[in-house]
C-alpha cells in the first residue's frame, strides 16, 4: 500500500544545530515533492519543493535533498534558531494529480 | 500567492448539530480543497471543490456527511452534518496554483477548530 512516512514524531536540537528531517514514501512515483512548515493554529505554509530529476534544492538556510532511488527526502535547517521550532509536513504530488502529506515531525529548538 | 480566510476560526458543537465553514479566497481560483486534520495527524483530503458542479469526495467521505457548496471561483462552504465527537478535528480549506515551471503548490487557510461534545 502507498504510505509515507516522517522520521520522528519530534525532534528536539540544540540552537544553532543543524536539524534533519527525513521524509520516506513507498509505492508511488512523486512528480515532485514539497516541505511545509505548521505552527500550532494555522495551516500550512509551503516551503520548499523538489522535482524528481533534482537532488538538491536550497533556499537561506533550508536545504532539501531527493533521492528517487532510496525514496526518501530530507529536510535540514542549518544554524537552527527557536523561530524554527514548528511542524514540517513532507507531501508528494503523485502522478494521479494528488498531493500527499506526511503526519509531519513537531521541530522543538532550544536556546 | 493566495490568501485564503475561513469562519469561523473555531466552534464547539453539540452532538447531533451541524456546522457550516466558510472559505473566501482573495483571487479566482478553478479548484478548492477540503482537508480534515486530526490531533498530530496528516491532512487528510475530504473533497475537491470546482465551481459550477459537483464536489468530487475522497474514499471515506460522502456528501451527505459533509455537503459542500461552490457558488462562485472565491468561496466555498463545507458542513459538517449530524456530528459525532469524532468529527472534532481541525478544517482548513486550500487553494492550488501553479508556477510558471508548472508545479503546484498549495496556500491554505487558519483553518476552523471544531469540538464536538
Known amino acids: 500500500s502507498q504510505k509515507i512516512e516522517q522520521n520522528s514524531e519530534a525532534l528536539n536540537i540544540q540552537e544553532g544545530k543543524t536539524a534533519t528531517l527525513t521524509c520516506n514514501y513507498t509505492?508511488?512515483?512523486?512528480?515532485?515533492l514539497q516541505w511545509y512548515r505548521q505552527d500550532p493554529g494555522r495551516g500550512p505554509v509551503f516551503l520548499l519543493l523538489?522535482?524528481?530529476?533534482?537532488k538538491e534544492k536550497r533556499k537561506e538556510r533550508l536545504k532539501v535533498t531527493f533521492d528517487t532511488t532510496l525514496k526518501q527526502s530530507l529536510f535540514h535547517i542549518t544554524a537552527s534558531q527557536p523561530a524554527d521550532s514548528a511542524t514540517y509536513l513532507c507531501a508528494l504530488y503523485s502522478s494521479a494529480s494528488k498531493i500527499i502529506f506526511g503526519s509531519g515531525t513537531r521541530l522543538s529548538i532550544r536556546p | 500567492s493566495a490568501v485564503i480566510s475561513q469562519k469561523p476560526s473555531r466552534d464547539i458543537c453539540q452532538r447531533g448539530t451541524s456546522l457550516t465553514i466558510q472559505c473566501q479566497v482573495d483571487?479566482?481560483?478553478?479548484?478548492m480543497f477540503w482537508y480534515r486534520q486530526q490531533p498530530g495527524q496528516s491532512l487528510t483530503l475530504i473533497a475537491t471543490a470546482n465551481q459550477g458542479s459537483e464536489a468530487t469526495y475522497e474514499s471515506g467521505f460522502v456528501i451527505d456527511k459533509f455537503p459542500i457548496s461552490r457558488p462562485n471561483l472565491t468561496f466555498s462552504t463545507l458542513t459538517v452534518s449530524n456530528m459525532s465527537p469524532e468529527d472534532s478535528s481541525i478544517y482548513l480549506c486550500?487553494?492550488?496554483?501553479?508556477?510558471?515551471?508548472?508545479?503546484?503548490?498549495?496556500?491554505f487557510g487558519p483553518g476552523t477548530r471544531l469540538t464536538v461534545l
Open positions: 486550500s487553494v492550488e496554483l501553479s508556477s510558471r515551471q508548472g508545479e503546484n503548490e498549495q496556500f
Open positions: 523538489i522535482r524528481e530529476n533534482e
Open positions: 483571487s479566482q481560483v478553478t479548484m
Open positions: 509505492n508511488y512515483s512523486p512528480a515532485y
